[in-house]
């Protein structure tokens, strides 16, 4: 029964989420080109925002669990596991203070509106999975890009979103060499539960009543051995993490 309602629900999800992208890519370019970064950053903020008021329509709710004051004046690097696309709107409000860009895949550069827009003009690094002096060149100019203009990367060391909420093993090579470019950045880990259950049933239709939950761990300095540091990050995220039914 609940399959069943997801169907004209997710219909109607869609076309709230179409004309929230359609809408905000001339809103992003005319910021950026009219009156610079700060306002396309906000624009930004503010299509996430709206993003995630239309999985409300789903039924979709959101916590975010931060207790620690993280500082706004130097630059992080934030690093936590991945469950979904829908991982991404929620980071981008709710650390909209620390100006997140993503490590994603170099397909969304291109052919989405308002999204590709802002991973090319953003900040963001698209790298090429086939491609690793691509990926690494990326990754180094997004690494000093945030140690230059105290800004935030966040990347998802497994690599691909997990279908099932169980956290995957997390690949290094990305985080190292943020860590190298960024030494001053502040390693902010991050747990997601729940975010899997909105493609439960696949891209469609979508999963209805998700309990999308974050949780901020406590940051820690980028000093250190870095294979020491990375399976800190590690450790703290699978412990926030609650697969469930």
């Known amino acids: 029964m609940i399959k069943l309602l997801s169907y004209p629900l997710t219909v109607l999800f869609f076309l709230f989420f179409g004309l929230v992208l359609v809408v905000f890519h001339p809103i992003q370019w005319f910021c950026l080109k009219v009156f610079g ?7 930004v903020s503010v299509l996430n925002w709206l993003i995630m008021c239309c999985t409300n329509v789903l039924g979709t709710r959101y916590r975010f669990e931060n207790l620690h004051k993280i500082p706004t004046d130097r630059p992080l690097i934030i690093v936590t596991n991945h469950q979904s696309m829908y991982d991404i709107p929620p980071i981008i409000w709710y650390m909209r203070k620390h100006h997140p860009k993503f490590v994603s895949k170099i397909e969304l550069g291109k052919g989405i509106p308002s999204v590709s827009f802002n991973l090319r003009h953003g900040g963001s690094a698209l790298i090429d ?3 690793p002096k691509q990926s690494i060149a990326e990754l180094q100019k997004l690494g000093k890009y945030i140690e230059t203009h105290q800004r935030s990367a966040v990347i998802f060391p497994e690599g691909t979103r997990s279908r099932t909420g ?3 093993p ?5 985080l190292k060499v943020l860590m190298k470019q960024a030494p001053s950045a502040l390693i902010v880990p991050i747990s997601i539960n729940n975010s899997w259950k909105l493609l439960r049933y696949g891209k469609f239709p979508m999963g209805l009543g998700s309990h999308v939950q974050f949780q901020v761990h406590e940051p820690f300095e980028n ?8 399976a800190r990050a590690e450790a703290q995220i699978v412990s926030g993490i ?3 039914k």
Do not use: C, M, V
């Open 37 to 43: 970064y700060d306002a396309h950053k906000r624009s």
């Open 129 to 131: 999975r086939k491609d």
């Open 242 to 244: 609650h697969p469930s």
């Open 170 to 174: 997390f690949r290094t090579t990305g």
């Open 223 to 230: 000093k250190g051995n870095a294979e020491e540091l990375i």
């Open 166 to 168: 169980d956290p995957k």
